[in-house]
């Protein structure tokens, strides 16, 4: 298992691109298996869970073949299987993206439920109800998700939950109903620039669908779609937390390939926290220089400020001056990151779905833990601001959906090593600990005297 070193407190300078988004091209390579014909996806991000996805698709008839241009082929041919394996699905719950597309061209899906997540709750209630209403029939059973239909009717469904709509929800229904008899309203469907995306694809491949971006989505059901080519649009997210890299170290930096028409609410928060943000076409220059203050922000379906930013942006409140609220109404749960900012020194403290987050704070260097992909970046992001050196763990969190993190950072004049984790490579600063203040001198034997005492990692 790897684990970044982090050396902290230089000020990141300079100009990097950002990569395909990754909760884009995973349900548009789900969406393949609707599709007669190869297809070729430009611009998709070479990851974790890319590459966890490419193989539960090779399960299900589709080759996914890498170009060396970074194009991905995908090419179906008949599925000897129906099944998506618990192995692959509980690695990336996207995984449960193939159910709609799997139903709407085989008449069969059998998928595992993706199971527990360090966010929350992830039900998929709405997903199912979605397909209900195109007329599966449906059960679990041995914790599968068995859907069934001779034929799938197009019908008016209405997608909202208590927290929203439902993303993967969406995008799951949308590419089912393409291939089903009539029309299909979704109603309260997910406006994720993602979804539009994995629209534009099934368009490009022959569906007929309108309303994409909006709570009122309608598909037309054709009876086959053909393969086509995309591009995958920038990922958001990737690009919110590079710029917040920039923010949280005080440096400049420029992101290139962006589209920054996604980060609206984003970019007004950085503005509001005093971070100097510029767009200049696809190009966003973000100055972290001048002083940084308190905001109040609420993670919302989009268009608002996304839930997979909430983390990153309470590390950089705890750097800036004043109190923050930071409040998740998509995932009221997901602040498993608040324990291990506070192991840097951050103040942050949970009250019910917020974090409040006192500042400002010198963030001092410590060894952390990751626990999912977001709260990964929120620690990445503080070690690259504290003093001192950092140990970042379980990065394989990290790796599920930001390609080539470490180098884009280096680039940028970060220190940031990968290394095996293993007590020999963590920093000796972070083995050796101050003695309390209170401790009291014991003279004895085998007193040495020494102001510092060595502790494993576990100590
Ligand atoms: C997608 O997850 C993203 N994943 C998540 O990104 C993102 O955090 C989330 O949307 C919200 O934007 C992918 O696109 C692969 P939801 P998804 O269904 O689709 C509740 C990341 O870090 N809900 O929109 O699973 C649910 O509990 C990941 O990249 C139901 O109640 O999220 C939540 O409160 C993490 N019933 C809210 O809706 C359902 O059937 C939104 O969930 C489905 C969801």
């Not at 679990?140 to 197009?154: C, D, K, M, N």
Request: glycine share 10%; net charge neutral.
């Amino acid at each position: 298992m790897d684990m970044f070193v982090i050396r902290g407190g230089t000020p990141l300078c300079g100009s990097v691109a950002v990569s395909g988004a990754k909760n884009a091209a995973l349900p548009i390579m789900s969406a393949a298996l609707a599709i007669d014909g190869p297809s070729r996806l430009l611009n998709v991000p070479d990851l974790a869970d890319v590459r966890t996805l490419t193989s539960l698709l090779g399960t299900l008839g589709v080759q996914c073949r890498h170009e060396p241009d970074g194009a991905l082929e995908l090419r179906p041919s008949e599925a000897s299987s129906c099944v998506a394996d618990y192995e692959l699905v509980r690695r990336m719950r996207a995984g449960v993206c193939v159910l709609g597309p799997l139903l709407a061209r085989y008449g069969y899906a059998c998928v595992s439920l993706p199971g527990g997540c360090n966010i929350g709750h992830r039900p998929i209630d709405l997903h199912l109800k979605g397909l209900r209403a195109l007329g599966a029939r449906i059960r679990v059973e041995r914790g599968y998700v068995i859907a069934e239909s001779e034929r799938l009717i197009g019908t008016d469904i209405y997608l909202g939950g208590p927290f929203g709509s439902t993303v993967t929800g969406t995008c799951n229904v949308l590419s089912a109903a393409v291939l089903a008899e009539g029309v299909t309203n979704i109603e309260a469907a997910a406006c994720e620039p993602e979804v539009v995306d994995l629209g534009r694809f099934l368009i490009s491949a022959g569906a007929r669908i309108t309303g994409l971006g909006t709570p009122q989505i309608r598909i037309e059901g054709v009876p086959r779609l053909t393969g086509c080519k995309h591009t995958v649009i920038p990922d958001r997210i990737e690009a919110a937390t590079l710029l917040i890299a920039g923010a949280i170290t005080r440096g400049r930096i420029s992101l290139t390939g962006a589209d920054p028409s996604h980060l609206t609410a984003v970019l007004e928060v950085l503005r509001e926290i005093g971070v100097g943000i510029r767009v200049d076409g696809t190009t966003i220059h973000a100055d972290g220089v001048l002083p940084l203050r308190a905001v109040e922000c609420v993670a919302l379906p989009y268009p608002a400020v996304p839930t997979d930013m909430q983390a990153q942006l309470t590390a950089l409140l705890a750097t800036a001056e004043g109190i923050s609220l930071v409040t998740d109404k998509v995932f009221p749960d997901r602040f498993m990151h608040i324990s291990e900012l506070a192991r840097m020194g951050a103040r942050v403290r949970r009250e019910g779905a917020s974090a409040i987050v006192g500042g400002p704070t010198r963030l001092s260097g410590a060894s952390v833990m990751a626990s999912d992909l977001r709260a990964s970046a929120a620690l990445v992001l503080a070690a690259l601001a504290a003093e001192g050196p950092s140990v970042v763990r379980r990065i394989y969190h990290l790796d599920r959906g930001y390609e080539r993190f470490e180098a884009k950072l280096r680039s940028l004049g970060a220190d940031v090593q990968r290394v095996e984790d293993s007590p020999a490579n963590v920093p000796p600063e972070l083995m050796e600990v101050a003695s309390p203040p209170s401790e009291p001198a014991m003279p004895g034997p085998h007193w040495s005297g020494a102001a510092t005492r060595r502790l494993t990692p576990q100590g």
